[in-house]
């Protein structure tokens, strides 16, 4: 999920930005735009776009992000891949 803009992260802020907003995927990503998504095994992650370069032989953009990654121990499915 695309973060607002004034969007502070944290795993409690991109957990209610998850629950309010769903089903974007396949989303274009500029330098300076910010994500929260979750993985498979239920961990929370915030990435901001340092570096967005479009693929010249289709329409995918390969980017370079910073990453943070929150893990919910109540949660956490480590049987999961």
């Not at 973060?3 to 990503?29: D, H, K």
Request: one cysteine or more; a negative charge; proline letters at 6%.
């Amino acid at each position: 999920m695309q973060t607002p803009a004034g969007f502070r992260p944290s795993y409690e802020n991109c957990v209610a930005l998850l629950v309010r907003e769903t089903g974007q995927s396949n989303i274009p990503a500029t330098k300076g735009d910010s994500f929260c998504f979750t993985t498979i095994k239920n961990r929370m992650v915030y990435v901001t776009v340092t570096q967005a370069e479009p693929n010249s032989s289709d329409r995918e953009t390969q980017v370079v992000v910073n990453a943070t990654v929150w893990e919910n121990p109540e949660i956490l499915n480590n049987d999961v891949g």
